[in-house]
T-cell receptor, first 110, second 115 residues
Framework: GQNIDQPTEMTATEGAIVQINCTYQTSGFNGLFWYQQHAGEAPTFLSYNVLDGLEEKGRFSSFLSRSKGYSYLLLKELQMKDSASYLCAVRRNYGQNFVFGPGTRLSVLP | DTEVTQTPKHLVMGMTNKKSLKCEQHMGHRAMYWYKQKAKKPPELMFVYSYEKLSINESVPSRFSPECPNSSLLNLHLHALQPEDSALYLC??????????????FGPGTRLTVL
């Protein structure tokens, strides 16, 4: 089976840094994706990790530790528009079988 | 063109109706997906098509019937739905179903209400 866990909600201040954690237990692992979803909109891709370590993309970075079943998304220089849900998704090792975590709703305050 | 389009945006149907959801992409992607998303919940994978063949069916009830007429189009035929099937139905596509950074591009979704 599979189980993915994320904090339900987080709040941070504009200009700050926030770390959103994702822990997973899954049979077969073939990569972890982070998506952003604004209310009422479709998810959009942020980052991808398949090997241990940190991947950086501008203000967003994502880290993976396969041995610990753990990932985090780091958002720097927060902006109001970063208020959204952040979903981690694990791809299982056959086809493109994705399982999404419950999502973390981030509120950025002025 | 990095867009996935879905029609209709909203759909209200009775439990005896037959309707279809449509999805289209022109990115040359060979994998297409249907997801169901309830309010404040993550998307749940329903079906995956790879090179126009159904490759994954996540034990979805037969009242949902997917169809992939060609590599750009994906349909979801609905029949005898239940009120609990009311949700946002998202279509997505990716380059293919291989390994590596195969990000999915999502459409805006069809918000379905079953009365």
């Amino acid at each position: 089976g599979q189980n993915i866990d994320q904090p339900t909600e987080m709040t941070a201040t504009e200009g700050a840094i926030v770390q959103i954690n994702c822990t997973y237990q899954t049979s077969g692992f073939n990569g972890l994706f982070w998506y952003q979803q604004h209310a009422g909109e479709a998810p959009t891709f942020l980052s991808y990790n398949v090997l241990d370590g940190l991947e950086e993309k501008g203000r967003f970075s994502s880290f993976l530790s396969r041995s610990k079943g753990y990932s985090y998304l780091l958002l720097k220089e927060l902006q109001m528009k970063d208020s959204a849900s952040y979903l981690c998704a694990v791809r299982r090792n056959y086809g493109q079988n994705f399982v999404f975590g419950p999502g973390t709703r981030l509120s950025v305050l002025p | 063109d990095t867009e996935v389009t879905q029609t209709p945006k909203h759909l209200v149907m009775g439990m005896t109706n037959k309707k279809s959801l449509k999805c289209e992409q022109h990115m040359g992607h060979r994998a297409m997906y249907w997801y169901k998303q309830k309010a404040k919940k993550p998307p749940e994978l329903m079906f995956v098509y790879s090179y126009e063949k159904l490759s994954i069916n996540e034990s979805v009830p037969s009242r949902f019937s997917p169809e992939c007429p060609n590599s750009s189009l994906l349909n979801l035929h609905l029949h005898a739905l239940q009120p609990e099937d009311s949700a946002l139905y998202l279509c997505a596509s990716s380059q293919d179903t291989g390994a590596g950074e195969r990000e999915q591009f999502f459409g805006p979704g069809t918000r379905l209400t079953v009365l």
